[in-house]
């Protein structure tokens, strides 16, 4: 099982019981409910988005971004799924690792991806397992023989799966704490010493949050999570050169998926052709946008946009995967 079902139906009944009241939606104003808590990326994403999407528009409607974290981005998009209404006023912008719980087979994620319109996502990720200073893990072969505590969103987010992964396929020693609600908890946690390693986390992240802590060699990183490394560390590993056999290679790419969906954009299944249209057009032309590039350089973030289409037809190869590779990702993910 990947959730306790006690907390999951805890999380929801309160996130569930609190929409009607506080997301009242009025002809003039669009809500993206951010799955993750305020502060993070996926935050930023969305405060980019209200401040530049709107003018393009009909109506040029005002943005409202909310937060609904819990269960890595889960909640979010069955909020989404299930109870947003289907006219575009309301979006959500969750984790690309939630597009793989429904191929799992997690009861907890209600609703299909193929279903969903997804508008765009800002930029692919390259994501990265780092640690800190202090621990003496220096390489990859330290992790495999020193327990490293590793601080996560939860089941289903990419700081859950990825250690977990790599413990099933190289033999590291993660344990990994869940209950964070966001990076912006996790820092505060890694210098205190509460967890040891945060693996999951982008090179905009770092860049954008804690970008002291690469030139004061504060944390280390040690492997790169991606379809391919990232130009500014040609040294570090890349997870998918590890893999032994061509399936454990097929298996990590769908559990990397979220380095091409990093940021999504998404509205729920049933919204209407045209609306989607619209959308689509206003979210590509504000990525265009001089003030929003400008914005996002400003806050370190890079901008290669990943349209809607191409999410969709990243959607479809993930969900032809052959079954045996889909049981060893999903066996992976759920190993302890």
Request: glycine residues 8%; neutral net charge; hydrophobic residues 40%.
């Amino acid at each position: 099982m990947r959730f306790h079902t006690a907390f999951y139906s805890t999380i929801m009944a309160l996130q569930i019981g609190c929409t009607a009241p506080c997301l009242a939606q009025q002809s003039q104003q669009i809500n993206i409910i951010v799955g993750f808590g305020a502060g993070g990326l996926y935050h930023n994403t969305g405060v980019l988005l209200s401040r530049h999407m709107g003018k393009y528009l009909p109506g040029n409607p005002a943005i409202v971004v909310k937060t609904m974290p819990g269960a890595g981005a889960i909640v979010a998009s069955n909020h989404v799924a299930n109870v947003a209404p289907k006219d575009g006023a309301t979006l959500g912008i969750v984790g690309g690792a939630t597009i793989l719980e429904p191929l799992f087979g997690n009861k907890f994620a209600q609703y299909d991806p193929r279903t969903l319109r997804w508008i765009g996502s800002m930029s692919t990720a390259v994501n990265l397992c780092t640690v800190w200073h202090e621990t003496p893990v220096k390489t990859l072969e330290d992790m495999k023989t020193t327990v490293l505590v590793a601080g996560s969103t939860g089941r289903g987010s990419r700081t859950y799966d990825y250690p977990t992964a790599l413990n099933a396929l190289l033999g590291t020693k993660f344990k990994v704490i869940s209950g964070y609600t966001g990076l912006t908890q996790l820092h505060p946690a890694m210098e205190r010493g509460e967890v040891q390693s945060i693996c999951g986390w982008g090179w905009d992240g770092i860049m954008a949050q804690r970008p002291d802590w690469l030139r004061d060699s504060k944390v280390r990183i040690l492997v790169q999570m991606a379809y391919e490394k990232h130009p500014n560390l040609p040294d570090i590993p890349l997870i998918l050169d590890l893999m032994k056999t061509e399936n454990e290679r097929q298996a990590m790419r769908l559990i990397v998926l979220d380095t091409l969906v990093a940021w999504p954009l998404i509205a729920p299944a049933g919204t209407p052709d045209v609306k989607v249209r619209e959308l689509r057009d206003a979210f590509n032309r504000a990525m265009q946008d001089p003030a929003m590039i400008e914005d996002t350089k400003k806050s370190a973030r890079s901008s290669d946009v990943v349209t809607g289409e191409r999410i969709e037809q990243a959607i479809r190869e993930v969900y032809a995967t052959v079954p045996e590779v889909v049981t060893l990702a999903w066996g992976l993910l759920d190993h302890n």
